[in-house]
């Protein structure tokens, strides 16, 4: 049990991450979908850069003024990667719902089920 | 050192990048330049693979910064899946000159040719990757330019099946990330072959299990396996149909490769269910065949009837991989190689036939077999070979995972794949039936000429694969050898 | 049943992810393998070997500068992707079916006009000093493309008459590619690896002039393609 408190920080990731998945299985509304989708990303990213975190740490800026202990610069290069996948996801995400809205004038799912 | 390893993939993507710019006025132009970059993928993994076959598996640190503190790129078995990567690419750049030219806008024409590239590279850099961010760095590289791929024709249905399979793709891809940042939470490393040794030293269970499931689960939606397939049949019937072939054929098998390569990090770690999780991937594999199979029966359109035919393909390798002893993964792994060439000959074929007829349904395509004598052929001989009829290269595959289902005691799974097979003859031969047949249903079809030589000759050069994979099966079997021998050894 | 649905597709997730982060080293514990393995090399040794005070624009620019590479390339196809989708020939327009035009607030306009050069410098110099200071070629390309976004909202100026003009825009954008080529073939000439950097006395300034070229073709690079994107779904 102990160990699991200790593990409080990626818990409430978990818990963003069902949020995400929520939003994103529950809602028929396109856009919120994507928003959905966002914060399922945002919960991985927040994950893997505590994962690199040390307590009582700096930002591995290297220049003298500090020393140690530094966080593990990783994860936060790691993430700036994924940041830019993200936003690269987002934008053809929605270059397709101004699509379908163009196409088919809602971006409700239940409304588009009969399209075809 | 030598550097084809990294420049098969890195040229087709500073390609990829160049060809709006050069092709803005002359789309022409756009696609010379695609050729060029894919022949040169072509001309970098036959070399590559050249190499495997006399040296076996070899790494590139890129960067010149030794694993695990740079990023190792590494060629071995399934690496050598780039080789048909990058001719079946090439099949269809030529294949798509006139295609493209009826089928996508002037404006869209060099952005189309740039996904193409930039998914010949992304694909080829995902099979060599040895690094698990750089792994889920280029799958994204070909998500991006799949999902835009689908909605590149236009329409509505093209626009709302990219998005549901960019949905379906980013969750995976969430998934994958997560797994990979609890893996190196776990060990500090991102290296796969570091990552797999240090697993064997962690002591608590849960992490380990989760990353497994997380990975799994991820490359099983992007490989569209059966019960989360939702995706994958409008994505692929409403592309264009070179981009279905690329799709169906290639892109899906990222996540089988993906599946291989990350199961190989968790094979030295103790006490983990292996054996469950085995069995549940052959039940998968095996409803997904029944399943796949049943829904193509019962399809009027022809394109819908191939992408479930792809649903149920990759219920074999699946269930290939889940019985998981030497004969099933040596099935498994040619049926990767041997389904991406038959379903890029079976899409090329059919978008010939759809081009220079314009439609799609079985009932107004009746009679073609006369008209398009070529592409029709071409149609048959994939035909056979999907359902698995000797001399062909889809025999052998599933001769082989039957006789691992038979060697893993599950005979059971062997009648399965035998009942999948007849399914899939079922509905190839109404296929055929309405192609040579049955009477044309309306007079335009008598006025139908054979497509043009630069879509028929890819069209040709594949269906002759599905012949020679069948004939020369032994090259396919020694290639896959090692990796099968590392696979089965470990678990 | 679609509710049912919904809760059990989280639950799914949910449990054995919570099952399994409990399991993890504690975050904040320096023993972490998380901090023993890769990371000790790159804290520890990390300025010697990069030249750069901001390991972490050491590691995406030397120890992980292929991930990089991707990761330009992941945004390139995010341009191709969205230009693949949204583009189409030029719109019949009927005559008189003018696209009502809103006026953007003359204190608005003013405002950004007046703050345009400070956010321009401002972006250069998070590019320029991303090996120094948090920052680098992708957030100060971010800063210029949103501050390219701002002057074409203020100008009126859409797809028709761009602020970059289309041929131009399209080299710019493949610049984040294009320094990578030059980059690393520069590399595999003169370290013997592809992305490789010279070492030994007298390469600093070299390398310092490398990491620089790719820190400015990704900005630009960027900076460019946020433009076009956001010209791209606005439309006409």
Aim: aromatic share 8%; glycine share 12%; net charge positive.
């Amino acid at each position: 049990m102990g160990a699991a408190l200790q593990n409080l920080d990626y818990f409430a990731f978990v818990i963003l991450f069902c949020i995400g998945l929520h939003t994103l299985v529950a809602r028929p509304n396109l856009l919120k979908k994507l928003l959905g989708l966002n914060i399922m990303e945002t919960a991985v990213f927040a994950f893997i850069v505590t994962s690199g975190m040390v307590d009582g740490g700096a930002a591995p800026i290297v220049d003298g003024t500090v020393t140690g202990p530094f966080a593990s610069p990783l994860p936060q290069a790691l993430i700036l990667t994924g940041i830019v996948v993200a936003v690269s996801i987002s934008a053809l995400a929605l270059a397709l719902i101004i699509e379908i809205y163009r196409q088919c004038g809602t971006i409700e799912a239940d409304e588009l089920k009969g399209v075809g | 050192m030598s550097a084809w390893l990294p420049l098969a993939a890195c040229v087709p993507l500073v390609a990829g990048a160049l060809v709006p710019a050069v092709g803005r006025r002359r789309p022409q132009l756009a696609q010379g330049c695609a050729l060029a970059a894919s022949g040169w993928t072509v001309l970098a993994t036959a070399r590559l693979t050249r190499r495997l076959f006399m040296e076996g598996p070899f790494s590139y640190a890129m960067g010149g910064w030794a694993a695990p503190w740079g990023i190792e790129l590494r060629f071995d078995a399934w690496s050598a899946a780039s080789l048909f990567i990058a001719l079946i690419m090439l099949a269809v750049l030529v294949y798509s000159g006139p295609y493209a030219r009826a089928a996508i806008e002037p404006r869209r024409l060099p952005w189309y040719y740039s996904l193409l590239l930039l998914n010949l590279g992304g694909m080829v850099g995902f099979a060599c990757a040895g690094d698990l961010f750089n792994l889920f760095v280029f799958m994204e590289l070909v998500s991006v330019s799949s999902y835009a791929l689908v909605a590149v024709g236009g329409g509505r249905i093209a626009a709302l099946a990219a998005f549901k399979y960019l949905l379906a793709g980013a969750v995976s891809s969430v998934l994958v990330l997560f797994s990979v940042g609890v893996l190196h939470a776990l060990t500090g490393s991102l290296n796969m072959a570091d990552v797999a040794l240090r697993l064997a030293a962690v002591e608590s269970r849960g992490p380990v299990v989760l990353a497994l499931a997380g990975l799994s689960a991820g490359f099983m939606l992007k490989a569209a396996l059966f019960p989360v397939h939702l995706w994958l049949p409008d994505a692929h019937a409403a592309a264009p149909c070179p981009v279905s072939a690329v799709l169906s054929g290639l892109v899906v098998k990222v996540g089988i490769i993906g599946l291989l390569r990350t199961n190989a990090v968790f094979a030295g770690v103790d006490g983990l269910p292996m054996a469950a999780f085995g069995q549940v991937l052959a039940w998968l594999g095996a409803l997904a065949i029944v399943a796949g199979a049943l829904f193509a029966l019962f399809q009027q359109d022809i394109k819908l009837m191939l992408a479930y035919s792809t649903v149920s393909n990759i219920g074999y390798i699946v269930l290939g991989l889940g019985l998981a002893n030497h004969a099933a993964l040596t099935g498994a792994g040619i049926h990767v190689l041997n389904h991406a060439i038959i379903k890029a000959t079976l899409f090329l074929a059919v978008g010939a036939i759809i081009h220079q007829t314009g439609s799609r349904t079985l009932r107004e395509l009746r009679g073609v077999g006369r008209m398009m004598p070529w592409s029709a052929l071409a149609v048959s001989i994939g035909a056979l070979s999907v359902a698995g009829l000797p001399p062909t290269a889809g025999f052998l595959g599933k001769w082989y995972i039957a006789l691992g289902a038979f060697a893993a005691g599950q005979p059971g799974f062997a009648a399965v794949l035998l009942l999948g097979a007849l399914l899939i003859f079922a509905y190839y031969i109404r296929i055929l039936n309405a192609f040579y047949f049955r009477a044309p249903v309306d007079d335009n079809m008598r006025s139908v000429h054979e497509a043009p030589l630069p879509m028929l000759l890819p069209v040709l050069f594949l269906a002759a694969l599905c012949i020679l994979g069948g004939l020369f099966g032994r090259w396919p079997v020694a290639l896959v050898a090692p990796a099968v021998e590392r696979l089965a050894g470990g678990g | 049943m679609k509710r049912l649905l919904a809760a059990m597709v989280v639950a799914a997730a949910a449990i054995p992810m919570f099952a399994g982060v409990a399991g993890l080293p504690a975050p904040g514990d320096a023993g972490a393998p998380a901090h023993t393995r890769v990371a000790a090399r790159y804290v520890e040794a990390g300025v010697r070997e990069t030249g750069a005070q901001n390991l972490v624009t050491g590691v995406l620019l030397n120890y992980r500068a292929y991930d990089t590479f991707g990761e330009v390339m992941v945004i390139f196809a995010a341009l191709a992707a969205v230009s693949a989708v949204l583009s189409r020939g030029p719109p019949a327009r009927r005559p008189g079916e003018a696209r009502p035009q809103v006026e953007t607030s003359p204190v608005v306009a003013f405002v950004i006009r007046l703050t345009a050069p400070f956010i321009a410098i401002f972006g250069v110099m998070v590019i320029l000093k991303g090996h120094l200071a948090p920052g680098g070629g992708f957030q100060g390309g971010v800063i210029l493309g949103a501050l390219l976004v701002l002057l074409s909202v203020v100008t009126g100026r859409g797809l028709e008459r761009p602020l970059l003009p289309a041929p131009a825009a399209r080299w710019l954008q493949a610049a984040g590619p294009l320094a990578f080529a030059v980059v690393g073939l520069f590399g595999l000439a003169c370290a013997g690896t592809l992305l490789g950097y010279p070492a030994g006395p007298g390469a600093d300034m070299l390398r310092a002039a490398m990491m620089l070229m790719l820190e400015l073709g990704i900005g630009i690079g960027g900076a460019a393609i946020i433009l076009w994107l956001f010209l791209q779904m606005r439309g006409e």
